[in-house]
């Protein structure tokens, strides 16, 4: 298994510019979440989701899109890049809610000039 | 805000000492989890605490549940280079499960 893979592993954005991290797990697992990691701010919810079909938001949802159109598949959608989304995102899936063991990709360095 | 508040931000220690952080919650958490970062990695899960008061051990480190589940601490015995790392620990917000957040984590330096 390869657990939870994410593409790119390093982006440079423009601002303005749109662009899709993304997500994949092979584990068959329900829950799959994003996260932002902020030098001193720890990991804040961006969106999650419960299963294919649903999601939600979570704490900083504000410029990013998602959809969970399949099981193994939670891409992230900026829809027109800022220098405030510059930051480390992880993606982390577990078998059916928050309440689980995440496990988390090897994330995505993205920098917005 | 954030859900979970942890302290220290920073700890130095030196090999061998010991080593504690601290999570706390204005509300009662079903569970707690901590997870371990390694510089430049991605979080790894350590362990989650389920009942109030409940203590595990995991070789040089213990963790506890506070008895109104509303804290928890992390404490590592005895120190080495390969404990080096940010400490975070999780907490699923009320009723809704699919919420987890996270304190802002303990970064723990060890200098040999």
């Known amino acids: 298994n390869a657990g939870v893979t994410q593409t790119p592993k390093f982006q440079v954005l423009k601002t303005g510019q749109s662009m899709t991290l993304q997500c994949a797990q092979d584990?068959?697992?329900?829950?799959m979440s994003w996260y932002r990691q902020d030098p001193g701010m720890g990991l804040r919810l961006i969106h999650y989701s419960v299963g294919a079909g649903i999601t939600d938001q979570g704490e900083v949802p504000n410029g990013y899109n998602v959809s969970r159109s399949t099981t193994e598949d939670f891409p992230l959608r900026l829809l027109s890049a800022a220098p405030s989304q510059t930051s480390v995102y992880f993606c982390?899936?577990?078998?059916?809610?928050?309440?689980?063991?995440?496990?988390f990709g090897p994330g995505t360095r993205l920098t917005v000039l | 805000g954030q859900q979970v508040m942890q302290i220290p931000q920073y700890q130095h220690v030196q090999e061998g000492e010991d080593f504690t952080t601290y999570c706390n919650s204005s509300t009662t958490l079903s569970n707690i989890q901590w997870y371990k970062q390694r510089p430049g990695g991605h979080p790894v899960f350590l362990i989650q605490l389920v009942k109030s008061g409940e203590v595990k051990k995991q070789k040089r480190l213990t963790f506890q549940f506070g008895e109104a589940k509303k804290n928890s601490s992390l404490h590592i015995t005895a120190t080495q280079t390969t404990d080096v790392g940010t400490y975070f620990c999780a907490g699923p917000r009320g009723s809704t499960l699919g919420r987890l957040y996270f304190g802002r984590g303990t970064q723990l330096t060890v200098w040999p």
């Open positions: 982390a899936s577990s078998k059916t809610s928050g309440d689980n063991e995440q496990f």
């Open positions: 584990m068959n697992h329900e829950y």
